[in-house]
């Protein structure tokens, strides 16, 4: 098809806004679906995308549009996940086009990754439709969000769309303004082949499948290809295009998104912002591709069995291969025995590669307490990354360690600015901006509970990201009455007074207690890891110390005291020193028992530390 009469364009929005149902709208209204087909939510394929109601990879596909001017137009929708660890995925479908539809909820306004989407499509230069969805709901304010959307991007009235993604309400409107506001792909068919890899899945039959945006020349089904950042060659399958099925094409010309099927058995192969060309006269200049997505959140996943160790080294393997972004190395714990210790985007996608190992996998897994990422300052100059508090180096081998910290926007009705503000100060965060979003208004809200005269802040701050990934986004939330949205970047590292806390049962350290924190947290954290260990491991027949220390400086200490054996059972009366022989005696092989005896920590006692870790 002639370029000009391609549109390449996503939908963007805060969770739960109306994406994946305005993608259903639209493609019902194209006809690109028939109503036996349809379905809610029809390109969230996955199982657990549907029960939790949220996308969670980008899905594309093509859509044929009769304008009413009289032009049939290709339309090429990429619908992107909302939550906040996936945006990396928005941030890939972004680069392939050439506009996208904002998507704001008429109830709620502009929440925090409204804003941060925003930025992102401004930042790729991307001309952007905004919407009003939910406009049928009973407690729809649409005149305060266009107020909103003025206020904070600069759209006019005119410029913003009123639309009901439920029962198609200005849906038709909106792909007209599609066709005409969103500019054509700039696509040179004369050149060498140039094709953008945005996404890569694997299939059991064709290999890996690349989900492509071509830019310059035509990719066949029928010549040999190169992957330009791994210089790996081989012959196409297939090539093809999704509606929203794959369906096979003879070729995909410069401006088109589609697939190339590979053949290739590893998506390492294929990485995600590289360049396909063709193998004999193709391009030397790669096109400008992604950064690479570095894990944020690491966590230990073991077999609750230990013979299912290899099941879950081939398990974490397949789902590799349709999830790039997830990393993994082999690790040994002393208590849960041989497993994997894996990085992950962000607490969500930690939650979602769990369920999916344990429903698609059948795997029963133990998970340890997330923690983040450090790098260490080395005495001769080096950095070195650590992902475990065990990896920590000796004391006095280093000049300091940086944690990561988090650009994070809260977006919240002014009534709780305070709570918010005493949140952040807990969580030893700092304030760096606050806005207000809209003026206040005599209208009240009807239905919402809150009132609309309660103006909304914004509220950027800088967060430990230690601090952030266990209870945070639940605090804000539950501070707020859940009306608080979050958001939040990673901001780079700063150098904090960090310590290794190690907890010593028996005297010997037990390294998957150990925890990195600050230094003003050590203390009542090691109380309350002693305090629970004394509960949990099982009485011996000698005293047991446990001690929680931050190098040789033991902060706190719980003992548990000693099974005894009522030895004097049998003496009735008689010479007293009779009876502490026999004591002496008990008491001589206690202290031996002490020496040679070793403490078995339960599996359960591991588990629940972790479990209040978590909490």
Known sequence: MDPAFIRNYCIIAHIDHGKSTLADRMLEITGTVSAREMQEQLLDSMDLERERGITIKAQAVRMGYSHPGGSTYEL???DTPGHVDFSYEVSRSLAACEGAVLVVDATQGIQAQTLANVYLAIEHDLTIIPVVNKIDLPAAEPERVIAELGTAFGYTPDEVLLVSAKNGTGVAELLEAIVERIPA???????PLRALVFDSKYDSYKGVLAYVRVADGIVRGTERIRM???????????VGVFKPAMVRVPSLEAGEVGYVATGLKSVGEVRVGDTITTARNGSSEPLPGYGGQKPMVFAGLYPAEGTEF????????RLQMNDASLVYEPENSQALGPGFRCGFLGLLHMEI????????????????A?????RVLMNDGTVRDISRPTDLPEGGTYDAIEEPWLDVTILTPSRFVGAMMELVNSRRGTFKRTEYLEAAS???ASGEGMPSSDPRVVLDVALPMAEVIVDFYDQVKTRSRGYASLDYSFGGYQVAPLVRLDILVNSVPVDELSLIMHRDRAQSQGRALVDQLRRLIPRHLFDVPIQAAIGSRVIARETIKALRKNVLAKCYGGDITRKRKLLEKQAEGKKRMKRIGSVEVPQEAFLAVLRMGKS
């Open 353 to 368: 590669v769990q369920e999916r190992l344990e429903r698609e996998y059948d795997m029963d897994l133990v998970v340890t």
């Open 76 to 78: 090429n929708l990429i």
């Open 185 to 191: 792909p700039e696509a040179h068919r004369d050149r």
């Open 310 to 317: 290899h099941d879950l080294r081939e398990a974490l393997e």
């Open 370 to 374: 997330p923690s983040v990422g450090y």
């Open 442 to 444: 005599a209208k009240p």
């Open 228 to 238: 330009m950042a791994t210089d790996t060659q081989t012959d196409v399958l297939e």
